[in-house]
């Protein structure tokens, strides 16, 4: 069984937030406008995070930290949901039951990487952005929480083509399988198979220049970054 | 018990004071108030509170963790000083289990109001999965309610038999409810030999209940790995604040109890004095706990926990942090030691104050850690500042309190009279010979 897993390149990484967008457009993220934002409501599957700025010109120093789901081994919100609207599918990935979720928020306080969002509102998305909703992916409804999938629909998908054309899964043709990757102008980002010792995000993830975020808190996380020369 | 007192204990029920009408009445239009704008907020959903990302909990759940403290007190005084044969409990014991009957629900009630999908809560009984601590407390207070309401019932039942048969000027509809209340009670000793074996069964029960129960609600927070909530001691910490804040809401009640229905001789300065000393206890177990997790987190220096305690000590939440710690320590032990001693007005400030105290605590508790996620970065700094919608749905929660209370003590007397009768006495004497 495969372990779907994601690698990004810090030193890559521009902070371009084209990721960002592309996940939007991919997974009909609602669109909370400016007021909900600055409230704290704004959603994003993808998220760049950033540092505050240090030292002085010209010696300034920032990064940039995309962060998707984690899709952790040992998922923190898996755990307390109490009717398994989040659980884990056999090939390790955090997934969501939309239906089921009774919006009780326990996953978003148990995530210690803050990536689950809560629908305060109906979903919402400006002229003419309704009319180009992805229809691999349902709208969710206002009162539930949802999260990056890392593009389940697209991996599903893609195993459906190879299956019926009787082959297994190429590396090539995972590594920019899910939206963000596939836009990334610097090529910061990986996806595969962790469980395949060749595949890219294996052979990336064992690199000296590898670590993952909150790494202490024994989630395991499938988001593994490279940084450092 | 001689029969002037039972006829002052019976007056109540029989007589509505234009006072009372009218408070009655104000506390139902708060309440419908607040079921308007819940209203208000199921058609537009949560985003009319002050939640956000990352502070997804607000004061729905803080209320949620207050009012199940505060049902504390009731299981505290009539269950735990039971067992310990404390008889001075006696008269109070009714009072303070009612005040846990009636705050239960407004408990759960929150936990309801904070659903982002009310119409969905049925599949927590679907798709229950015991893993998650919602469930556990979903588990223990419902456990909690229904047995606090056995017990409150059965305590009660005699003294619902002496309103059938002594209140025959009622009306027609009080005198009916009274009849069927009272389940055919006889006034048999072997009736009352049966209750009170009953009842201290159950008194050992609710005991280990009330311990489990408040235990389980810290730990929808302690469960999980986030700074200032992953620690052993919120659990006990929430224990001790729950019958901290529970005990000065017995103190408050009891003082408007012997005021309005006359009962100094009753409720004497001497049942104040023992509560008094019980409060100092608690003042000072509370400050033991206060102590001893902050120099805990302080001491280890961790970075994401020094993040949640410096929000508290001198962050944005420094003014409710010192506010509450100046209202659960210092000032109710200065009262407790000087003018609480010969005052009852002194004491009921006392009680109000450790009240308003011990909500702060849940609210210092509650949202400070979810401003300061592990993860940070200035995206997901949080901050929150409750709504008025969320303000209305909790004062109506507390006029829902009140109301339940009020017209209990309208119906029912609130003061038992059986367990403080000769007779029954004599016959619960034999019963242990």
């Known amino acids: 069984m495969p372990k779907w897993g994601m690698v990004i390149d810090l030193d890559k990484c521009t902070g371009c937030q084209a990721c960002s967008m592309a996940c ?104 003419p952005l309704e009319q180009a909703l992805n229809p691999d992916v349902p709208v969710r409804p206002r009162g539930v929480v949802e999260k990056c999938t890392f593009c389940i629909h697209r991996l599903r998908a893609a195993q459906d083509r190879a299956e019926k054309e009787g082959r297994t899964l190429r590396d090539a043709e995972m590594v920019n399988l899910p939206a963000c990757n596939q ?37 395991e996380p499938k988001v593994h970054y490279l940084t450092g020369e | 018990m001689a029969q002037d007192e039972e006829t002052l204990l019976l007056s109540p029920l029989t007589r509505t004071s234009r006072g009372f009408g009218i408070f009655i009445a104000l506390l139902v239009a708060v309440v419908l108030v607040g079921a308007a704008i819940y209203g208000y907020q199921w058609a537009n959903g949560l985003s009319v509170t002050g939640m956000n990302r990352p502070v997804y909990m607000g004061i729905y759940i803080v209320n949620f963790v207050f009012f199940i403290g505060l049902a504390h007190s009731g299981t505290f005084i009539s269950a735990i000083l039971r067992l310990v044969g404390a008889d001075w409990r006696k008269p109070l014991a009714r009072a303070a289990e009612a005040i846990t009957v009636f705050s239960v629900p407004f408990g759960a009630g929150s936990i309801l109001i904070d659903l982002g999908r009310l119409d969905r809560m049925f599949n927590i009984f679907v798709h229950g999965r015991f893993e998650s601590p919602l469930l556990w407390d979903v588990v223990s207070v419902s456990l909690y309610l229904l047995s606090s309401i056995a017990f409150f019932y059965l305590s009660l039942l005699p003294d619902i038999a002496r309103c059938r048969d002594r209140l025959i000027d009622v009306p027609r509809w009080q005198h009916q409810m009274y009849r069927v209340l009272s389940l055919g009670w006889k006034d048999h000793p072997e009736q009352y030999r049966r209750l009170e074996k009953v009842l201290a069964a159950m008194a050992v029960f609710m005991s280990m209940l009330v311990i489990i129960v408040h235990t389980v609600v810290s730990w929808v927070f302690g469960m999980t790995v986030q700074p200032g909530w992953h620690t052993a001691i919120l659990g006990p910490f929430f224990l001790v604040g729950a019958v901290f804040s529970g005990s000065g809401a017995v103190v408050v009640t009891m003082a408007v109890l012997r005021r309005i229905f006359h009962l100094e001789d009753v409720l004497t300065l001497k049942h104040f004095d023992y ?54 320590f210092a000032v109710p032990l200065a009262i407790f030691l000087t003018r609480g001693k010969r005052s009852i007005g002194w004491m009921v400030a006392a009680g109000l104050i450790i009240n308003v105290g011990m909500w702060l605590e849940r609210y210092i508790v509650v949202v400070p850690t979810l401003t300061r996620p592990r ?18 749905i909790t004062a109506a929660c507390f006029a829902g309190l009140l109301l339940l209370y009020a017209l209990f003590t309208r119906f029912f007397p609130i003061i038992p009279i059986w367990e403080r009768s000769e007779e029954v006495e004599a016959y619960l004497h034999e019963m242990e010979e």
Not at chain 1, 94 to 101: F, I, S
Not at chain 2, 375 to 391: D, F, H, I, K, Q
Request: charge should be negative; aromatic fraction near 14%; hydrophobic fraction near 45%.
């Open chain 2, 275 to 328: 509560m008094r000393k019980l409060l100092i206890a608690l003042t000072l177990v509370w400050l033991y706990f206060m102590v001893a997790e902050y120099l805990t987190t302080f001491y280890g220096q961790e970075v994401e926990e020094m993040l949640v305690f410096w929000q508290k000590f001198t962050g944005t939440y420094a003014i409710p942090f010192w506010v509450m710690f100046t209202l659960c």
């Open chain 1, 183 to 219: 836009v990334c102008p610097a090529a910061a980002r990986y996806f595969g198979d962790l469980e395949d010792p060749e595949s890219t995000v294996s052979r990336l993830a064992r690199s000296p220049r590898a670590f993952a975020l909150l790494e202490e808190l024994g989630t």
């Open chain 1, 24 to 127: 939007r457009v991919e997974n009909n993220v609602s669109f909370a406008g400016p007021e909900q934002a600055e409230i704290g409501r704004a959603m994003f599957w993808q998220e760049v995070l950033d540092t505050e700025m240090h030292g002085h010109y010209p010696f300034l120093e920032t990064q940039f930290v995309p962060r998707p789901c984690m899709h952790c081994e040992h998922p923190p919100c898996v755990k307390v949901c109490p009717v398994g609207a989040t659980f884990q599918t056999e090939d390790g990935l955090v997934a969501m039951d939309y239906e089921l979720c009774i919006g009780c928020r326990m996953c978003t306080i148990a995530c210690p990487y803050a990536v689950r969002y809560f629908n305060w509102l109906a979903p919402r998305f400006p002229t």
């Open chain 2, 375 to 392: 993860l940070l970065s200035e995206l997901t700094m949080g901050n929150y500042t409750p709504t008025w919608v969320e303000g209305v």
